[in-house]
Structure formats: structure tokens, C-alpha cells
């Protein structure tokens, strides 16, 4: 035999006095349900696990190039809790030279037309500090629609360190 899961709908009608006199129901076979429910618990436990534990910054932007949600990582790069950076327009991070390049990049998306993954751009952090970061910027596509670009996940990594290093040696 199987283990399976079931959920059941009753209803109890009664006399004018009250008293019980029938009951109808029906019980359903939601096992299947169930297996769906524990597998994207699994998948989101998984994620949730990797947004805390990456050792790049990872932001998911919409559209229109607004922070929808972030890893840790993110946080600590800019200095900004999670709260605060949800909704923001991820070009206001940048330095405005390097939003200006951000601005280029989104504008040649949405003509559809493509542009390299890596791009550098220079960060303000909350406390108003700069930092240079290499970002691998990718497209994230619907699955049930046709591929349908539904917003961009931007993965960056802190090279300032690297910049100054081949600033002394110039």
C-alpha cells in the first residue's frame, strides 16, 4: 500500500431544534498537491540557502531595471539592508558616470538587441564610499512564456582592489 493525503469538506445540517440529522461531505485525493507543496518548499529552502551563502552580490531587477529582492552578499556590498534597496532603481547606486553606461546597456535590451555580460560599474555605498564591481549581467526568461524576458539578474563581485592596482601601475 501507499500513503496518500486527503482532504475532506463537511457539512452537518440540522432540526429546528438543533439536533444533528445529516451530514454530507466529500474527501479528496490531494496527495499530488501535497508532493507540489513539499517539492517548491524544498526548491525554496535550496534558494534561500544560496542567496545567503554566494560570495558574489546577486540582484534580480524588473524591467525597468528596479531591485526586487537581493542576496546578502548584495547587502554588503552597498550597505543597504535588503528593505531598502527592494524597489530602488539599480542604476541609483552608481556613480553617475557609470549609471550613464547602465543606461546605454537597458536602453539596448529593450530594443531587443544584445549587449556583452560583463560590465564594470562603480557602486555608492550607503555610507558614501565608492567601490568598483565586475557584473555578469544576464537576461531571466519566462519558462511558460515563450522565453519572454521578465527582468535581469545581475551578479557582481568587488574588484576594487583590482582597479586601484592597475591605476598605480599606469
Do not use: C
Request: no cysteine; charged share 30%; hydrophobic share 35%.
Amino acid at each position: 500500500g501507499t500513503i496518500r493525503w486527503l482532504g475532506d469538506k463537511g457539512k452537518v445540517h440540522r432540526d429546528d431544534t438543533g439536533r444533528p440529522v445529516r451530514m454530507v461531505g466529500i474527501a479528496m485525493d490531494i496527495t499530488e498537491r501535497k508532493r507540489g507543496e513539499e517539492t517548491l518548499r524544498t526548491s525554496e529552502q535550496r534558494f534561500s540557502l544560496m542567496m545567503e551563502h554566494a560570495n558574489d552580490a546577486i540582484f534580480y531587477l524588473d524591467l525597468h531595471g528596479g531591485i526586487q529582492w537581493v542576496s546578502s552578499k548584495a547587502e554588503f556590498l552597498t550597505g543597504y539592508s535588503a528593505k531598502d534597496l527592494a524597489g530602488r532603481s539599480f542604476l541609483g547606486l552608481l556613480t553617475p558616470e557609470t549609471a550613464k553606461q547602465g543606461e546605454v546597456r537597458l536602453a539596448t535590451v529593450r530594443r531587443g538587441e544584445t549587449v556583452p555580460p560583463l560590465a564594470e560599474f562603480e557602486f555608492i555605498r550607503q555610507d558614501g564610499t565608492t567601490l568598483w564591481v565586475e557584473a555578469n549581467i544576464t537576461s531571466a526568461t519566462s519558462r511558460t512564456d515563450r522565453g519572454r524576458m521578465i527582468g535581469r539578474l545581475v551578479v557582481a563581485r568587488d574588484i576594487t582592489e583590482r582597479k586601484s592596482a592597475e591605476a598605480e601601475h599606469r
